[in-house]
Nanobody, 123 residues
Framework: VQLQASGGGLVQAGGSLRLSCKTS????????MGWFRQAPGKEREFVAA????????YYADSAKGRFTISKDSRRNTLYLQMNDLKPEDTAVYFC?????????????????WGQGTLVTVSS
């Protein structure tokens, strides 16, 4: 089981990026998925989550209205579309699969994690 995140990079404030998380060994429609981030010197924090059937999504307050989580089960890929990026969005972003506790909260616990992809937003 692997999760491979990509799509990070350097972008100016106000710009957009789309992160991808390609999965192998997972059938996405069977699992809740999520995105987290960790800024330098800070703890990892929840960003967004999507239910196994993709009929439910929820976001951290910092992401609401700017970020959109989605998934393509045919491609086994999770996405995070990020618009109107701000310098405070600078972080390493991680994808995660298979909630084991805390679904619907801002601190869900996931079983599997991918490596991160770095997003840097310049002012």
């Amino acid at each position: 089981v692997q999760l491979q995140a990509s799509g990070g990079g350097l972008v100016q404030a106000g710009g957009s990026l789309r992160l991808s998380c390609k999965t192998s060994g997972y059938t996405l429609r069977m699992y809740h998925m999520g995105w987290f981030r960790q800024a330098p010197g800070k703890e990892r924090e929840f960003v967004a989550a999507i239910s196994r059937s993709a009929d439910e999504t929820y976001y951290a307050d910092s992401a609401k209205g700017r970020f959109t989580i989605s998934k393509d089960s045919r491609r086994n890929t999770l996405y995070l579309q990020m618009n109107d990026l701000k310098p405070e969005d600078t972080a390493v972003y991680f994808c995660a699969a298979d909630v084991i506790a805390g679904w619907g909260t801002l601190t869900p616990t996931f079983r599997s994690w991918g490596q991160g992809t770095l997003v840097t937003v310049s002012s």
